[in-house]
């Protein structure tokens, strides 16, 4: 069975939870933000300084698959740019309202692929307010850590982090000893849940979906082989830490979660055989099959089994017999720059 480790001690508190009665840096409340715009997903938090860390005021998650028909196109459409707009109206109202005193928006994959990306980044400025920057992968990557690195197993060999996005997969390897991780190796594999989904997905029947599957393994497996390369040999112990909507999801199926509780999936620590396990039997369900299931539904029935078929992939170049989940990543990263000047 799976078991949530015990957190040691550090330097901030868990995002979204009051942990301590630490005075505030600032003797006035201040309020500061972070919006991470995916291919697939945005979203905001925002947050006030406390102790040397910090605690979540409010947040907001929405998917906006901004990112939908960019591999065959090259551009944002114009539908998944007004689902985005509309969201981003949303995070600019909850801005205003909790008087944000300081906060940076990033976009990632999809508005460094898109060919209209900069003209999409100067409009949504101009009807919400939000100026975004477009950042690189080695950032993206950079930041996730920063975010989740708190729930990285102890040890004194290197660590694997990977975050499973939309249209771009990022691994890090660090070196956790220092009280920040020093990166050693990265890589951004321009895979992700929607990208790989549009260009691989699919498949009816057994046949047609075993067929799919090994097709999507076997890109990724592609995309990673030079990164593979260059990992490390013979640890007594790989850990391994992910942050993303596909191992939130599955740890979720794990559980047997009806729906979705962050309280008992961030921080979790799950046997991989099981994360095997679950990503196999996915992958030979039908699209209504999948959507029936509870924490996957709609929303994520037809995009699960890239993240599965991602994350199998991983297993497979870096074999951790445990997989550590984290639900927070790039906008805790940027909370941690913003409020402590901390750099990674």
Not at 67 to 92: H, M, P, Q, Y
Not at 181 to 209: C, R
Not at 240 to 267: E, I, K, N, P, Q
């Amino acid at each position: 069975m799976p078991y949530r480790q015990e957190r040691p001690a550090r330097s901030a508190p868990i995002p979204g939870k009051v942990t301590g009665a630490g005075r505030a840096r600032w003797p006035e409340a201040r309020h500061f933000a972070a919006l991470d715009l995916g291919t697939n997903n945005c979203r905001l938090l925002i947050a006030r300084p406390q102790g040397n860390g910090f605690a979540v005021v409010d947040a907001f998650s929405r998917i906006v698959r901004l990112g939908e028909g960019l591999a065959a196109t090259g551009r944002l459409s114009d539908a998944a740019i007004d689902r985005t707009l509309a969201a981003l109206k949303v995070c600019a109202d909850k801005l205003k309202r909790r008087n944000v005193a300081l906060s940076r928006s990033v976009a990632t994959e999809a508005c460094r692929r898109a060919s209209n990306g900069p003209e999409f980044i100067a409009r949504a400025y101009e009807e919400t307010g939000i100026h975004l920057d477009i950042i690189s992968a080695e950032e993206e990557a950079r930041l996730a850590v920063l975010g989740c690195h708190a729930l990285i197993e102890p040890g004194e060999d290197p660590a694997l982090v990977f975050d499973i996005g939309g249209g771009s997969t990022e691994l890090v390897l660090v070196d956790t000893r220092p009280k920040v991780p020093v990166v050693l190796d990265w890589h951004s594999a321009p895979w992700g849940v929607v990208s790989l989904t549009e260009f691989a997905g699919g498949g009816t029947g057994p046949d047609g979906l075993a067929a799919a599957y090994a097709a999507m393994r076997s890109l990724v497996a592609d995309s990673f082989a030079g990164f593979a390369g260059r990992l490390p040999r013979g640890m007594e112990r790989p850990r391994l830490l992910g942050t993303s909507g596909t191992v939130t999801t599955l740890a979720s199926v794990h559980l047997g979660l009806s729906h979705y509780d962050r309280s008992a999936v961030d921080g979790l620590i799950v046997p991989a055989a099981s994360m095997r396990r679950i990503s196999a039997d996915l992958s030979r369900m039908s699209l209504a099959e999948r959507a029936t299931l509870p924490c996957i539904g709609n929303e994520r029935a037809d995009l699960v089994v890239a993240g599965c078929a991602i994350l199998e992939t991983i297993l497979d170049l870096w074999p951790a017999e445990r997989l550590g989940v984290a639900d927070r990543g790039i906008r805790e990263g940027i909370l941690r720059r913003l409020i402590g000047g901390k750099a990674l």
